[in-house]
């Protein structure tokens, strides 16, 4: 497999002039843990995670060395920290040398990569343009998808998949941030989590309609928005009690 077939494409961004306030909020209303940072043009400068906002002066949990160890780290290292964790804006406090990916780099290439450079997720890039992403979570999907040891993808999997996601933005009930669909000899299958279970049949309408598709399957989790509570769909309720 390669990152373009399990990569989520309704990337979330944001600017490097943005507070820092603005990403850990737009962080919690999509449910993520880190935002790629782009510039007017697009191109990919930086990226922020929750990481970032861990040592924070907000919080009294900057970072406290001893006399002895300041001394050995210096000021330069002393007054990077410093911005880090009193910075008020996304570019004072990004990782700015983002690790990326091609759509054709294969996905047992992602891993080593997150592996080696023990990071969570992974912008997948094009011309210096963030075209999708890999988090975890698409690859804990791949694996769910690919577990029983199913036969490779067919040529067109990836151009119906394409199908279903362009469908899906051009929908203004679409949670199109908070889900992902992985394409497999024709069965598409749906991940994430959607707000309202009336979104659940719609999506699967809307897979139904792309020509190729043979099958549909809902792993989508529905969070009832007031309590919280989570609820598993019903094609795995009914495949858990097997």
Do not use: C
Not at 33 to 61: C, Q, Y
Not at 145 to 151: G, W
Not at 158 to 172: G, V
């Amino acid at each position: 497999m390669k990152a373009a077939e399990v990569m989520t494409l309704d990337v979330a961004t944001i600017r490097p002039d943005a507070t820092v306030r603005e990403a850990a909020r737009a962080m919690l209303r999509r449910g993520i843990s880190g935002l790629p940072v782009v510039d007017t043009a697009g191109r990919l400068v930086g990226i922020v995670t929750e990481g970032d906002f861990l040592r924070r002066a907000e919080t009294a949990t900057e970072r406290r060395h001893p006399h002895w160890l300041e001394f050995l780290l210096g000021p330069g290292r002393l007054a990077t920290e410093y911005v880090h964790s009193h910075g008020r804006t996304v570019k004072e406090v990004m990782t700015p040398n983002v690790i990326t990916v091609s759509a054709d780099t294969p996905l047992q290439e992602v891993v080593r990569i997150m592996e080696r450079q023990r990071i969570k997720r992974v912008p997948v890039v094009s011309n210096d343009k963030i075209v999708g992403i890999i988090s975890r979570a698409n690859l804990v999907q791949a694996l769910a998808r690919l577990a029983d040891e199913i036969p490779e993808s067919r040529s067109d999997d990836e151009a119906i998949r394409t199908q279903i996601l362009t469908e899906l933005e051009r929908e203004p009930w679409a949670p199109g941030f908070s889900i992902n669909v992985i394409v497999r000899n024709g069965v598409a299958e749906f991940w994430g989590t959607i707000f309202d279970d009336r979104e659940r049949e719609a999506i699967r309408v809307v897979a139904e309609n792309i020509p190729g598709i043979s099958g549909v399957k809902d792993h989508l989790l529905l969070i009832e928005p007031i309590s919280g509570m989570v609820f598993q769909s019903p094609d795995d309720a009914v495949e858990a009690q097997k």
